[in-house]
């Protein structure tokens, strides 16, 4: 059974703007180097240990900054940010995941969308948030739920698989 796990969209983001140019086709098993946010999702791709929980908020949010302009968007077409949350909703249902909707509000965080990932992550059970956000990072453990960093998730996710094989 795959254990719940809410992604932050700087994370989500970065794995397309960092180098992973064809989100379409993910590494499986994904290396341990590199752009490790593509790594992040490259892990959830493969549907092992980990099921991936996003909302409506967190793939509006990824449209947003992927598709708005520079300096605090990428400039992507619309159509191409929006086939690429169809992918992540793709991942997130063949993980054993969801798009949640969640019915709590939550204020914990200074920043506004980072308790929009909060909030994700208390509806779906997440057992833990990948995020490379300062504000969200300084909160682990969050209600007792550990906040990694994209390199750690791998990092361990990597340690952990190499462990089984022994």
Known sequence: ???????????LVSAVVGGNDDFLSWPSPPPVR?????????ILNDAREFGLFLSEHILTNVVRVL??????????????????????A???????????????TISDCPDHEDNRILECAAASGSV?????DHDLLSMSPWRG???????D?????DAM????RR
Not at 1 to 11: A, G, I, K, L, R
């Open 1 to 11: 059974m795959s254990q719940p796990v809410t992604v932050d969209v700087n994370v």
């Open 34 to 42: 590199g752009n490790l946010a593509a790594n992040v999702v490259g």
């Open 67 to 88: 598709a708005g302009a520079p300096p605090g968007g990428y400039g992507w077409e619309e159509q191409q940010a929006e086939t690429y949350i169809r992918v992540l």
């Open 90 to 104: 793709e991942i997130a249902f063949a993980s054993g995941g969801d798009v949640v909707n969640p019915q709590i």
């Open 128 to 132: 833990l948030i990948v995020s490379d």
């Open 145 to 151: 739920t550990p906040v990694v960093t994209s390199g």
């Open 153 to 157: 998730f791998v990092k361990r996710t």
């Open 161 to 164: 698989r190499r462990g089984r």
